[in-house]
């Protein structure tokens, strides 16, 4: 009989009968310490999905799922959350289901575990950029991200780059646990798991269905299944990953303790978030975030690519800095954005090769607006060389203008540029700006935030968004620089009736017109 029949005839025993269900089922538990719920939780148990994502709504048996797993079907596992300190709920529970702390070196966040083949789990967190390095190098074959919408995206996936073995007959998963994100830098998961969570999604999966998704050219696409394919030389192999939603319903034990109530009464869109598991409820904007995501979405949500295309007026490029940044360049049509061409930083290692993807990228005679600082400055010398138009921007020089409503100055160029995208982006100032439905994009967008000091704009750096979100904004940058708006050589040189176009100078002439208008 299994253990979905036994709770179905629960009410109906006699107080005999219980007693003797109660016996069977301790003795089941001295052999085996745990198993899986039947429902959701089995489910995710027995997925055969190289990730899996399980949760959504509180209370569905999610630290249970990632704790059973590790004792049962894996030999050495990694348990990680945002913050160390919160893996001791973890090793509570654990000690509840094993019944002693016999193993457990508390000093060096160890367990070895004495049930069955005696896993070995560990405990850590991801508290600050770079916490994800010591675990390179040290093979998982259970990886375990629990809560894994508040832990960064780079160090998710840098440490799930380590989830194997060496054995033969074991098996390699790693389980991501989670609720809906309650701020825009747990977005992520949405797009890990976008045909799952995303209703936008033009191909959706129901639960736990398998899908396979593979790195091609430096960007995750989804692949029609896990065969090997080669490209450019590379064998790749694909991986599974799939998401079962669970709640508090699935979970009996929790029956009668008093705990959905409690959820029914947080306030909404908490409340929708963890009864439900809702992944479309609200999530809270930062105070001082420069650019609302609503605005974000109704700009992307305008985008659609146009038959002919209108000329291009500008191409914004942000030039990789090393390790997981990427070149990215942005493409603007009037106030149309194309979608951003993307080249990893190992693709674009010199000037020369930056300028070249540049060129080709080039249409219409646009002007090329180019951030100089650090590795920036090659790509724009070669560019200036090959007789371009580009625009060199230094974002740590001073602001050359006002806001929109002419009362407020700017710390930087940078502040300045970033609070344009955000005019540009206002409804309010109906400027039909269409953004391509990129999710990189809309992290990058919704990223900075803001102070004021006086009457002064100060928008946050970019040291400090990757202390924020593990990562450089490079294409919120791309998209930023995209918006400036430098007047062409032949609409100058028509204006002006002269050939003499060696001379111009287009910072110069971008003081005199500003030129880089708000929109």
Do not use: C
Not at 93 to 119: D, H, Y
Not at 168 to 176: H, K, P
Not at 356 to 368: E, K, N, P, Q
Not at 388 to 399: H, L
């Amino acid at each position: 009989m299994s253990v979905a029949e036994i709770l179905d005839l629960l009410p109906y025993l006699t107080p005999q009968e219980r007693a003797e269900v109660d016996a069977l089922l301790t003795e089941d538990m001295r052999i085996t310490p745990w198993r899986p719920l039947p429902g959701p939780q089995f489910d995710a148990y027995h997925s055969t999905a190289d990730i899996v994502g399980y949760g959504g709504a509180a209370g569905g048996g999610k630290s249970d799922l990632a704790l059973g797993l590790a004792i049962t079907a894996h030999d050495r596992v990694l348990m990680l959350r945002r913050e160390k300190a919160q893996t001791e709920g973890l090793t509570q529970r654990l000690m509840e289901i094993t019944g002693s702390a016999a193993g457990l070196n508390s000093q060096k966040a160890i367990w070895r575990v004495p049930l069955g083949t005696q896993p070995l789990v560990e405990f850590g967190g991801l508290d600050n950029l770079g916490d994800e390095q010591r675990w390179q190098g040290r093979p998982h074959d259970l990886i375990v991200l629990d809560e894994a919408t508040e832990i960064r995206e780079h160090q998710a996936r840098f440490v799930m780059g380590w989830n194997r073995t060496a054995k033969a007959t074991q098996r390699s998963r790693v389980l991501m646990t989670f609720n809906p994100p309650t701020s825009p830098e747990g977005r992520w998961v949405i797009a890990f798991f976008a045909p799952w969570l995303d209703k936008k999604h033009p191909n959706p999966a129901k639960p736990g269905e398998l899908r396979w998704f593979a790195v091609i050219d430096g960007d995750e696409v989804e692949v029609p299944d896990g065969t090997p394919f080669t490209r450019d030389g590379e064998r790749i192999v694909p991986r599974s990953r799939t998401f079962i939603p669970s709640r508090i319903s699935d979970n009996p034990f929790l029956t009668g303790t008093g705990y959905e109530s409690v959820l029914q009464s947080l306030p909404e869109p908490l409340r929708t978030q963890m009864l439900y598991g809702d992944f479309n409820a609200g999530i809270e904007d930062d105070p001082w975030q420069v650019i609302p995501t609503a605005w974000v979405e109704t700009a992307q949500a305008r985008w659609v690519k146009p038959a002919r295309l209108p000329p291009m007026d500008s191409l914004g490029v942000d030039v990789a800095r090393g390790g997981r940044d990427s070149t990215i360049l942005a493409r603007r049509h009037d106030m149309w954005f194309n979608e951003p061409l993307t080249y990893p930083g190992a693709q674009t290692p010199d000037g020369p090769t930056v300028a070249g993807l540049t060129i080709a990228a080039l249409r219409d005679s646009a002007v090329i607006h180019l951030d100089v600082i650090g590795v920036g400055s090659s790509p724009y010398d070669f560019l200036r060389e090959a007789g371009q138009q580009i625009v060199g921007v230094n974002v740590a020089e001073a602001p050359r203008g006002l806001d929109k409503s002419g009362r407020l100055r700017f710390k930087n160029l940078r502040s300045e540029l970033w609070w344009r995208m955000r005019e540009a982006l206002d409804p309010a100032s109906n400027t039909g700006i269409a953004l391509p439905p990129d999710p990189r994009l809309l992290a990058d967008l919704t990223a900075p935030t803001w102070s004021m000091s006086g009457a002064t704009i100060m928008v946050a750096s970019r040291e400090e968004i990757i202390a924020k979100i593990g990562r450089s904004p490079d294409y919120g940058s791309a998209y930023v620089l995209a918006l400036m708006d430098t007047p062409k050589l032949d609409a100058l040189r028509a204006a002006r009736h002269t050939q003499d176009v060696r001379a111009y100078d287009p910072m110069a002439q971008m003081d005199k017109a500003r030129s880089y208008r708000p929109f």
